[in-house]
Nanobody, 122 residues
Framework: QVQLVESGGGLVQAGGSLRLSCVASGRIFSGSYLAWFRQAPGKEREFVGTIKWSSGRTSYADSVKGRFTISRDNAENTMYLQMNMLTPEDTAIYYC???????????????WGQGTQVTVSS
């Protein structure tokens, strides 16, 4: 069972940047996808983007396209989320998750990290 641990959250001013990390313990099979989700207070968990572990191919939600970038380091079993041009609407707990195939619904993900808080001040 792959376990996921996020880090890198914090407080940043609007327009700033943050980079989140998600370290996976255990083997990530080549066909797996890792993804970032976020959940703001009172809202449902929202898909941010995903990366296919083997190829590095990425896909993003429209709300973050052009501002956020997902990458991975296979040797370190780590996925990253580079977030630029942050706005207060990006404030949320950010989670990483794993699925066996391409998915954007939280219900399709099998393993989750504990989350890391990102707060963007105006």
């Amino acid at each position: 069972q792959v376990q996921l641990v996020e880090s890198g959250g914090g407080l940043v001013q609007a327009g700033g940047s943050l980079r989140l990390s998600c370290v996976a313990s255990g083997r990530i099979f080549s066909g797996s996808y890792l993804a970032w989700f976020r959940q703001a207070p009172g809202k449902e968990r929202e898909f941010v983007g995903t990366i296919k572990w083997s190829s590095g191919r990425t896909s993003y939600a429209d709300s973050v396209k052009g501002r956020f970038t997902i990458s991975r380091d296979n040797a370190e079993n780590t996925m990253y989320l580079q977030m630029n041009m942050l706005t207060p609407e990006d404030t949320a707990i950010y989670y990483c998750a794993r699925s066996n195939s391409f998915a954007t619904s939280a219900d399709d993900f099998l393993a989750w990290g504990q989350g890391t808080q990102v707060t963007v001040s105006s």
